[in-house]
């Protein structure tokens, strides 16, 4: 598979495009973001560059950690064959938290939807914690308002193994779609003045 090198200034360039390109700023109105561990944090903070300020105060970031690549990396090096699920390595513990996620505008961060497994899991486990909330708030499930949406920095366009539901894909966000590629992020490089030159520019 041919590898694609992207560069923070490519970055940077397509958030702040994505941004005015999906009129976040008037139409979604994100009042709290939650990154995707590890990946979806950096876009996630770029993107809060160029998002407005809610009562004053930037986009709270909120960061959840769940793992696949590394468990499919795993089996594969141990000869497991036995499909590979996506497991949480961070939560937020909401139900002790002072961020309530009722009422709000979620809008959950990662760099790349490749076989959207991981974001089919976040959007499931962060439902069931705003049910969990609304319940314990003596409220009908589904009556807080809360409305969730998903960027992704890149969409792979290829067949997906998971599909988010239709109440989330009117909220479904992307930098770029692109071909089938082995994406190589700058927040994984070693040598990144190497990295930046193995790059094309856009």
């Known amino acids: 598979m041919s590898k694609k ?10 958030i702040r495009e994505a941004v005015k390109r999906h009129r976040l700023n008037e139409d979604f ?7 995707i561990a590890a990946g979806g944090m950096i876009p996630a903070r770029f993107m809060r560059t160029f998002l407005n300020k809610v009562n004053g105060r930037n986009v709270p970031i909120q960061v ?21 699920e996506v497991t949480k390595t961070q939560w937020l513990n909401f139900a002790q ?19 959207r497994m991981t974001m089919a899991y976040a959007v499931e486990e962060i439902q069931k914690d705003i049910l969990a909330e ?12 809360t409305t969730i ?12 193994k998971r599909q988010l539901p239709d109440e989330i894909m009117k909220n479904y966000f992307v930098g770029v779609n692109m071909a089938d590629q082995w994406l190589v992020y700058p927040w994984d490089a070693i040598d990144i003045e190497e990295h930046d030159a193995l790059s094309t520019p856009e």
């Open 5 to 14: 090198y992207i560069t923070y200034n490519q970055v940077h360039n397509d």
């Open 149 to 160: 949406g998903v960027f992704v920095l890149h969409n792979k366009e290829k067949p997906k």
């Open 64 to 84: 959840i950690g769940l793992s696949l690549y590394e468990e499919l990396e795993i089996a594969a090096a141990n000869g497991d064959t036995r499909p590979v």
């Open 134 to 145: 609304e319940l314990r708030q003596g409220m009908a499930p589904g009556s807080s308002g």
């Open 97 to 115: 938290s002072e961020t309530s996620l009722l009422g709000r505008r979620i809008l959950i961060v990662d760099e790349v939807d490749d076989s």
């Open 29 to 35: 109105k994100p009042d709290l973001m939650i990154a």
